[in-house]
């Protein structure tokens, strides 16, 4: 059995991973000379900054990922984060950061509310559990239990740094399923070499199992025979498979494929693609001498204007800057409409940080922003479309099509295994 | 080189060229130590990047 997968992002190689050591066949094609899509290092002024993830797993060692790098045995050590921490202002009534801070713990996320707002968490953390709450979106949802806009701005704090969204944009089932998520496999981890240590374990994985990965080599066409999908086209060569794997989100696939797809039995899925937004985010890569952050887990930072969260993960691998440095990356997440204001946009992230991190020496490394093509995420999180298309034998796989309650990578990770028990078992 | 509207912000190409000749904030800006090499144009993931013959 053949079979092809269209770009080499973590999605693609986690698949190929697992096709070849099942015994497929597996040729995989990436357009770009780099293999790792966003999850990958980009060697800058020798840091290793990040092509697009934040060299985080959101669940770590014991996450959907590393359980699926495990399953593969892909060679790669994932160390748990440090607790994350919540940077609060002093006094609650100024609702910034200008007059000092404290930090305290994301677990403790309740000590600043009312005695009886605390009894109603401890209530809710039971009864959600048995009985999810849905048809509603986080945000909603929070203002229909509490009156406190303390629990709104965490929520899209947390919402900002883990899924590049506002709290208005989640639906509250995608927030229980994330939760449950949370208490199924843990918090965050950083994997040592940070994406591109994942990234070359996988490759590994690959070669082993006598898979081939062919950059700079751009795929122009998806081949069906008999409604399913055959094969690719690339140059003027045809490439011929039982199965194609596509790494490039459900829209950009459909192009490959638009004359077969142009048949009015796909008219539905194509309105569907229509729909799908992706979405937008901005990330400031910091170098200091001193850390910023402290410590190897998230600091999330709710009473900042744009900014949502940052980490600091060379605590953990300190390889990932140069001797002595610290490798410093904040989030920010950017709403549609302002899309088209990045630069204003980053200049509020730019004036969030010195407020953060008053008196601190640091350098802006590199800012990055992450939109329509080359998105945060390709569909937002809570409305992938799943993995599967109308065309039997050809499947999506990436942060176009993340499995339910999966924060970012863990999603992609959920995706393919799904994708993988469909068509192994 | 050009960068057309294509450019995202991502900064990919800025990490791969040999001059440091490409500033980002939004979108990537040729400086003029830029010496038309042509090695961006390869690592752009959104083809942003136009590079003269």
């Not at chain 1, 919540?86 to 801070?101: H, T, W």
Request: proline content about 5%.
């Amino acid at each position: 059995m053949k079979a092809i997968i269209i770009g080499a992002g973590l999605g693609g190689l986690l698949s190929a991973a697992r096709l070849s050591q099942a015994g497929y066949q597996v040729d995989v094609f990436e357009r770009l000379p780099i293999t790792g899509g966003r999850f990958t290092n980009l060697n800058y002024k020798g840091f290793q900054l990040s092509s697009g993830a934040l060299h985080m797993l959101p669940h770590g060692p014991s996450g959907p990922l590393a359980q699926l790098l495990k399953e593969v045995k892909a060679d790669v050590r994932i160390v748990r984060s440090d607790k994350a921490t919540i940077r609060m202002p002093l006094k609650m009534s100024r609702p910034d950061y200008g007059k000092g801070f404290k930090d305290i713990y994301f677990n403790d996320f309740f000590t600043p509310l009312s005695h009886r707002d605390r009894m109603k968490i401890a209530l809710l953390i039971v009864s959600t559990r048995k009985s999810r709450p849905t048809g509603s979106t986080v945000n909603a949802w929070v203002r229909t239990q509490f009156k406190d806009e303390w629990l709104v701005r965490f929520a899209d704090s947390f919402c900002g740094w883990s899924l590049s969204l506002k709290s208005d944009s989640v639906p509250v089932e995608e927030l229980f399923e994330i939760i449950e998520n949370m208490y199924r496999f843990g918090g965050s981890g950083i994997p040592i070499g940070g994406c591109k240590g994942v990234i070359d374990a996988l490759e590994a994985v690959i070669a082993s199992n006598g898979g081939r990965i062919y950059t700079k080599t751009e795929v122009s066409k998806i081949l069906l025979e008999n409604g399913r999908a055959a094969g690719v086209v690339v140059g003027d060569k045809i490439y011929e498979a039982n199965l194609v794997i596509s790494n490039l989100g459900h829209a950009a696939t459909a192009c490959l494929c638009s004359e077969a797809l142009s048949e009015k039995t796909y008219s539905s899925y194509l309105k569907m693609l229509e729909n799908l937004q992706p979405s937008a985010g901005i990330k400031i890569c910091l170098a200091a001498d001193e850390p910023l952050v402290g410590h190897s887990g998230v600091l999330l930072t709710p009473y900042a204007k744009r900014v949502n969260g940052i980490n600091e993960v060379t605590h953990v691998d300190p390889k990932l800057a140069p001797p002595g440095k610290h490798l410093t990356i904040s989030h920010q997440y950017v709403a549609p409409e302002n899309v088209k204001n990045l630069e204003a946009e980053i200049e509020l992230g730019l004036n969030d940080l010195r407020e953060i991190f008053p008196g601190k020496k640091y350098e802006v490394l590199l800012i990055q922003s992450y939109h329509d093509d080359w998105p945060v995420n390709r569909a937002s999180s809570g409305m992938d479309p799943g993995n599967e298309t109308p065309i039997p034998e050809l499947y999506v796989v990436g942060d176009g099509a993340k499995g339910k309650g999966g924060i970012e990578v863990e999603g992609v990770a959920l995706g393919v295994a799904a994708t993988m028990k469909k068509i192994l078992c | 080189m050009k960068i057309n509207d294509n450019c995202v912000g991502c900064g990919q190409c800025a990490s791969f060229c040999k001059q440091g000749a490409i500033e980002v904030k939004g979108k990537a800006k040729a400086s003029a130590a830029c010496v038309e090499c042509g090695i961006c144009f390869f690592y752009c993931p959104v083809k942003a990047i136009e590079v003269s013959p």
